[in-house]
């Protein structure tokens, strides 16, 4: 009944509706905060690096945010969406009524308030009232104190996102302080440095982060204070050193570090204005950010220029119709979308470059199957960018990178899919890079066994070019790298990227080579397989093999890998059996036909979003993201539509626990945004499937400057399947399309009907082994 509901109201709204750019003003920045979406709610830029925003409880929010506890402070870098341990929250700002007492600073939220640009929340009942906002590298501070009381400002240099906990499924990730130094300056200036380690990617190198702080009140009385001791008003520095080496760090949880520096002021009505400026490369340079990007203490003109920069990333993307629900989860997923990865140009501080820098690659493995390309369609420059500072770490790491965060690199979830982004926007003509210097990057990742696999490049390389496949014994945690299932399959899938790129480079014995090695997924083909479900038995599966060719006994289709250390990463052998993209064709042979490929289908999808079938279909993580749409491979593109729209509508909501799992660096955004415009990329290929719109009309600004615009006439609650198709007037038979085709605009135009038919009468999406 409330799918019938509110798709009724999405009829009617559409009937009056008009075509509109998207808007910061309808983004809502706490959806997805809650529930494992674990996004960042503070003020950001587009692609911005400062991230101020508060870190609630016990500090373990992966964005700073959660959703109990108390407030600790307002910390000025943060991530968005991620999984597994937290990175960042480093320095933090606390303001506070009273003599300097960092013990007891933390107090319960109150009227707590985000928008685009801004975020606002009352200290419990101290009267305190904290905005921010920011510029690319500098956040801003409004502290508005009760009048008549002693005012003061903590800056604890010590403060980081923990972890104190890890399960045995994880790598010991808490970040842990290495060393602090800070120094009051004068009565409106302090600065200092962080040092820090670990964190989600194991950094063993420490990373440094650099802030000048200014604020527009003299103190009248500051200080600092050391980790375990009571602060010391007219001390003018303060540091800490941790007591072990990184061979005797300890085991979680990691050991909580406090110090600082504090400014107090005279009691006023006036707020407190501050400044961060926040620097990788040096307490100068934070300075320098702090002065050019915000003039004075400009809260109002910094809060508008934020909300202008969105609005102008936004505006390349116009929908029509729709609830106002709709439309808010549909900007706020494009904004999730340009959160990370991050925009460090001019902070590297490990080589100098004239080339951009981005930093908070988190995961590859999450981006590259739908955020990347749909950065292609709206922001080809902005990919550019990330691509070729993508090629400049490989130059300096040796290998393609998955994860990167903190100038460090690490961790590899599974294949090596930064060839996945590049073979990507090669076949989509993303300007700027030279290919043959990409290729000859991309095909010693494909070839050469990484120095350190956990943290870039492929792993195992000997055994995969020898018995194509990863064996069974690399899933030993005593042993190397493990993920065999997984990792085996997703190498299948970047080698076929590489014989893409390398065909169009004319480099022919190498487009055979890996084209050939792109079709080893079969060698772990378990026809014996079997999964007795309630629909019948299910036969033949993805598994694991020894060394020696013999199959991992006790095969179990309901084994849900959660991180490393398993067989699969982050699914069951049903979500990879069924990920062979460069492929499908071959697939859909393999198991048995067009028949039996649509009841494996089916059951994939029975019972959507319940939590007893999560062994099989899963939203909340990306390996499935391709999965709904491999109906339009027989024919069947009206169970692609019906299945959109139930995943969709059982998974994706308002509010803070609307996304069905992390966001991963606007990964789930990206997925919801293409699907509701009505098709879907098959990442690292030139093609791009048929689903089903939810708006009447969507409209692409393309980096060519022509529109591309789908439009679903007769639109309604019930018709949600095509009855016919049309581009740009002339009849269409097919259930997919090309990227040149989108590019040179026009209008993909669908007559929507009540049930299911079959108009995909042209020919099937390509697949590699189609004659």
């Not at 503070?42 to 929010?61: E, H, I, S, V, W």
Request: net charge negative.
């Amino acid at each position: 009944m409330r799918y019938l509901l509110r798709n009724t109201l999405v009829f009617v709204s559409c009937m009056s509706a008009v075509l509109w750019a998207q808007k910061a003003s309808e983004i809502d920045p706490m959806l997805g905060a809650d529930r494992g979406g674990n996004v960042f709610v503070g003020p950001t830029l587009p692609f911005g690096m400062a991230k101020p925003g508060p870190d609630y409880g016990t500090n373990q929010g992966n964005a700073g945010w959660a959703a109990t506890g108390n407030l600790n402070g307002f910390s000025q870098l943060h991530v968005s969406g991620t999984g597994g341990g937290p990175k960042y929250g480093n320095i933090s700002v606390q303001p506070m009524l009273g003599k300097a007492d960092p013990a007891h600073s933390s107090v319960p939220r109150k009227d707590e308030h985000a928008e685009v640009g801004y975020y606002a929340v009352g200290l419990g009942d101290t009267g305190i009232r904290a905005e921010i906002t920011t510029a690319r590298r500098t956040p801003v501070y409004r502290f508005t104190y009760p009048d008549g009381q002693q005012r003061t400002l903590l800056v604890d240099v010590g403060h980081l996102l923990m972890k104190l906990h890890d399960s045995p499924h994880r790598y010991d990730e808490g970040q842990i302080v290495s060393s602090t130094q800070v120094q009051v300056l004068s009565p409106t200036e302090i600065a200092g440095e962080q040092d820090s380690v670990i964190g989600w990617n194991i950094q063993t190198t420490p990373m440094r982060v650099y802030f000048y702080l200014v604020t527009d009140t003299p103190a009248v009385t500051s200080g600092t204070w050391e980790d375990g001791k009571a602060p010391q008003d007219g001390a003018k520095t303060a540091s800490y050193k941790m007591p072990f080496t990184m061979q005797t760090l300890p085991k979680p949880p990691a050991p909580i570090v406090s110090t600082g520096a504090y400014l107090t002021f005279a009691p006023g009505a006036k707020p407190v204005m501050v400044k961060v400026g926040v620097s990788f490369v040096s307490i100068e340079q934070a300075k320098k950010n702090a002065t050019t990007e915000v003039a004075g203490f400009d809260f109002e003109s910094t809060r508008k220029a934020v909300v202008a920069a969105w609005d102008k990333e936004l505006s390349t993307t116009k929908v029509e119709g729709g609830t106002a629900d709709e439309r808010q989860q549909f900007a706020t997923g494009l904004y999730h979308s340009m959160l990370m990865p991050v925009d460090r140009t001019g902070e590297n501080p490990l080589w100098k470059s004239t080339l951009p820098y981005y930093d908070d690659f988190y995961c590859i493995w999450d981006t590259f199957r739908s955020s990347t390309p749909l950065l292609t369609l709206i922001a080809p420059k902005r990919v550019t960018g990330i691509l070729q500072s993508l090629l400049e770490i490989q130059d300096h790491d040796g290998f393609f990178v998955d994860g990167r965060s903190g100038n460090f690199a690490g961790r590899t979830q599974g294949g090596s899919d930064a060839e996945m982004m590049f073979t990507d926007a090669y076949l989509k003509h993303v300007p700027g890079l030279d290919w043959e210097r990409v290729y000859k990057a991309m095909r010693h990742d494909a070839d050469v066994e990484s120095t350190d696999p956990i943290r870039f490049g492929r792993g195992d390389m000997d055994e995969w070019k020898k018995l194509g496949y990863l064996s069974i014994e690399h899933s030993d945690p005593a042993g190397g790298p493990d993920r065999p299932g997984s990792r085996s399959m997703e190498y299948a899938a970047n080698d076929y990227a590489v014989a893409l790129m390398a065909k169009g480079l004319h480099h022919d014995a190498d487009a055979k080579l890996f084209a050939e090695r792109s079709s080893n997924w079969k060698k772990l083909w378990y026809p014996e397989a079997v999964d007795h479900t309630e629909g019948g038995d299910i036969k033949g599966f993805i598994w694991m093999k020894h060394a020696d060719g013999s199959w991992e006994e006790l095969f179990n289709p309901r084994l849900v890998g959660t991180w490393y250390k398993d067989n699969f990463y982050e699914a069951s052998t049903w979500t990879y059996s069924l990920y062979v993209p460069q492929d499908v064709r071959e697939l859909i042979k393999t198991i048995g036909g067009d028949a039996a490929f649509k009841k494996r289908l089916d059951l994939f999808f029975s019972e959507a979003g319940e939590h007893r079938f999560r062994y099989r279909y899963d939203v909340g993580n990306e390996p499935g993201f391709l999965t709904p749409y491999l109906y339009n491979w027989i024919g069947e593109q009206s169970s692609t539509a019906k299945t959109i729209h139930s995943v969709l509508d059982a998974s994706y909501h308002s509010g803070k626990a609307g996304l069905p799992g992390n966001d991963d660096s606007g990964a789930m955004g990206s997925f919801y945004v293409f699907n509701r415009m009505g098709y879907f990329p098959v990442a690292a290929q030139d093609v791009y499937l048929i689903g089903s719109p939810s708006f009447p009309r969507s409209t692409i600004t393309l980096g060519n400057g022509k529109q591309f615009s789908v439009v679903a006439e007769n639109l309604s609650a019930r018709n949600i399947y095509i009855a016919s198709a049309t581009w740009n007037g002339k009849p269409y038979q097919r259930s997919w399309f090309t990227h040149e085709q989108l590019v040179a605009g026009g209008e993909l135009k669908l007559v929507m009907t009540d049930k299911p038919t079959h108009w995909d009468t042209g020919e099937a999406p390509p697949s590699m082994s189609d004659k």
